[in-house]
């Protein structure tokens, strides 16, 4: 993993733009592993809409999870900018909550459980599906995460592509409200959001994030008033609706 010394610490304001990976096929045809699931050709042309919209932007560090479907994000965002483009780093603590397993009868009830499992993340032991990654223990590795990225690489405008969990857990964070906001956080496929941290240096010489301001969230350059996205992203990836009723126990 990739890490650099900072020479000059690097106060002040500092910008995140977190996108979701784009489209990706969880039931194609000879698929075993779905953390090695790339993008579909929608997910393609979504990520190259955000790049369009992102071309402009000096981006002086680049992140991704390190998952195929956030590296491929990224690529396509970062071929249509116009400006000098940053090496890619992968960072783990940025990946997606790891699911438990789960016997249900229809893809439906799948994608509805998975939707709903976010409005219990504030229970006592909650995990991400049953025996999945405790909310908690997400939480704590993802706030690493961001707080490493301020603290160990210098920049001062960065993107950073993860995953539907992760970016929920981020603003959640961002807000104050911690895991009882990440239900209220819809994250589209190939979103952006734009995060500024503002960052100081304490006594000891560390850097320290005393407030985080969320400028804009969940932005679809391919489609900027969400006239075609009535369902919510868990249900257009499964290209199903499931009425968002929660699935009887």
Not at 2 to 14: A, D
Not at 125 to 141: H, K, M, N, T, V
Not at 204 to 222: F, H, P, Q, W
Not at 224 to 241: C, M, N, Q, R, W
């Amino acid at each position: 993993m990739e890490k650099e010394t900072q020479k000059v610490k690097l106060t002040g304001r500092r910008r995140l733009y977190l996108m979701r990976h784009g489209h990706v096929d969880y039931f194609a045809p000879g698929l075993t592993d779905f953390r090695t699931v790339p993008l579909t050709e929608t997910g393609r042309a979504q990520a190259e809409a955000a790049g369009e919209a992102l071309a402009d932007i000096a981006f002086e560090r680049v992140f991704t999870s390190g998952l195929p479907r956030t590296r491929e994000t990224a690529e396509l965002v970062l071929g249509a900018n116009r400006q000098s483009v940053p090496d890619m780093v992968d960072r783990p603590d940025f990946e997606e909550l790891r699911g438990g397993k789960v016997v249900v009868p229809t893809r439906e009830e799948l994608a509805a459980r998975l939707a709903f499992s976010f409005d219990d993340a504030t229970g006592e032991g909650a995990s991400f599906l049953p025996g999945g990654e405790l909310f908690a223990d997400a939480y704590a590795r993802i706030r690493r995460g961001i707080e490493e990225l301020i603290a160990q690489y210098a920049w001062k405008s960065a993107l950073l592509v993860a995953h539907d969990g992760t970016n929920r857990i981020l603003l959640g964070h961002a807000c104050g409200a911690g895991l009882a906001g990440i239900p209220h956080f819809e994250q589209d496929l190939a979103c952006v959001n734009v995060l500024d941290f503002d960052v100081v240096q304490d006594e000891e010489g560390s850097l320290k994030i005393i407030r985080m301001v969320i400028k804009a969230v969940n932005l679809t350059a391919y489609d900027v008033v969400k006239a075609g996205l009535p369902k919510t992203s868990l249900e257009h990836l499964f290209d199903i609706d499931f009425g968002g009723a929660r699935p009887v126990e």
